[in-house]
């Protein structure tokens, strides 16, 4: 199993710019996050899924959408690059919810909004 | 609205010590809490998980306790190593707020 997926794993863009990160887990897990991690802070949640067709608001939604065709993917959308969304990125999957049982994490995606 | 505090921020310790990192939060009503490590531009591994029910989770050096009603949770590692030299992180997950502190990082000196 690859477990967790992301790509890329850094991208530059410029303010205004829009773009796709993609997530992906083989470990058929209901549950999907997308957090951001800004320097010397813990994680915060942007959008979750709590299974195919359904997504709903983390702590930090604005600025980002979610969509969840498939059990497997989980990609997050910024449509206008702010400075402000310049962060890591990761991705995790679970069978059950949040804490009920083990995250499975991505190795993050670097996004720098110039 | 839950708020979740690490403290120290940093800890540097000599090898073979044994030490302690704290997590406090807010908000008692929790399901469960979970101590994660993150590794230098890497993703985070899950450590610990204890559902609200439980007192302690133990996984060979490591042994984490949790006292919702003082709102507190401790992640004792034992006979510290330099491979153990990471930031640890605990997320509360309290009526789907996911809630983290802002981590530990931890230095092991050989």
């Known amino acids: 199993n690859a477990g967790v997926t992301q790509t890329p794993k850094f991208r530059i863009l410029k303010i205004g710019q829009s773009m796709t990160l993609q997530c992906a887990q083989d470990m058929n897990h209901n549950y999907m996050y997308w957090y951001r991690q800004d320097p010397g802070m813990g994680l915060k949640l942007i959008y979750y899924s709590v299974g195919a067709g359904i997504t709903d608001k983390g702590e930090v939604p604005n600025g980002y959408n979610v969509s969840r065709s498939t059990t497997e993917d989980f990609p997050l959308r910024l449509e206008l690059a702010a400075p402000s969304q310049t962060s890591v990125y990761f991705c995790a999957s679970s069978y059950s919810s949040g804490g009920g049982t083990e995250q499975f994490f991505g190795p993050g995606t670097r996004l720098t909004v110039l | ?110």
């Open chain 2, 1 to 110: 609205k839950q708020e979740v505090t690490q403290i120290p921020a940093a800890l540097s310790v000599p090898e073979g010590e044994n030490l302690v990192l704290n997590c406090s939060f807010t908000d008692s009503a929790i399901y469960n809490l979970q101590w994660f490590r993150q590794d230098p531009g890497k993703g985070l591994t899950s450590l610990l998980l204890i559902q609200s029910s439980q007192r302690e989770q133990t996984s060979g050096r490591l042994n984490a306790s949790l006292d919702k009603s003082s709102g507190r949770s401790t992640l004792y590692i034992a006979a510290s190593q330099p491979g153990d030299s990471a930031t640890y992180l605990c997320e509360v997950d309290s009526n789907y707020q996911l809630i983290w502190g802002a981590g530990t990082k931890l230095i092991i000196k050989p």
